[in-house]
């Protein structure tokens, strides 16, 4: 009988530790969803809104950098609410130069305080990216598709922040988002909306 409780007694305790580690394992579940919404063409590409969600429970981004391959030879044009970190070979191009010539450009968040003129909502965070929170930037894509059947999604993407690192799954072609006018009279959509999900791997 005491053999029996003794048993019942380390069982118990086994689930109980068990149930901490799960608590502990689950308490920052959760990804970085980060949404491309094309909501314009242009003569040689696109103008899109890049948003990135933070759905993590409790862990926060000190400072996110953003990057990925073009599947074209892609060029950046300009930006609003963040920036490249490098120009990169832009010798080909005369008199209008773009922001960004690399193939796999780095972005990064403006600083707050940036000029009114360089800002979208939500931007302009220092890269700071709270728990249920967001971060956007617009950037117009040149020397890319500039229809639905042409433009193509970004390849290699991956999403950064000092002392965490994240692991980002392909982008996915789903359906366009919908938005609502301020005055809530008329309701528009995207173009095409492409999303990339990125979870925590590990600290670093």
């Not at 120009?87 to 191009?93: A, E, H, I, K």
Request: charged letters at 15%; a positive charge; glycine letters at 8%.
């Amino acid at each position: 009988m005491e053999s029996l409780f003794s048993t019942m007694i380390v069982l118990l305790l086994v689930s109980f530790s068990c149930l901490i580690s799960t608590e502990a394992l689950t308490s920052n579940y959760g990804n970085i969803t980060v949404k491309w919404d094309l909501l314009n063409w242009t003569p040689d590409g696109y103008v899109a809104v890049v948003t990135a969600y933070n759905y993590q429970k409790q862990r926060s981004i000190p400072g996110w950098k953003m990057s990925w391959r073009g599947t074209k030879k892609e060029v950046i044009w300009n930006m609003l609410g963040a920036k490249t970190t490098g120009q990169g070979g832009c010798s080909m191009f005369k008199g209008n130069i773009p922001q960004s010539c690399v193939r796999k450009p780095t972005v990064v968040d403006l600083l707050p305080g940036t000029p009114f003129n360089q800002q979208i909502a939500n931007c302009c965070k220092s890269g700071v990216l709270k728990p249920g929170s967001e971060s956007a930037f617009q950037l117009s894509v040149g020397s890319a598709g500039n229809s639905v059947k042409t433009a193509r999604m970004p390849a290699n993407f991956m999403f950064t922040a000092p002392k965490q690192q994240y692991i980002c799954g392909p982008s996915k072609n789903v359906r366009p988002t919908r938005f609502t006018t301020a005055d809530k009279r008329r309701i528009t959509a995207a173009l095409m909306t492409w999303n990339i999900t990125c979870v925590f791997h590990k600290a670093t």
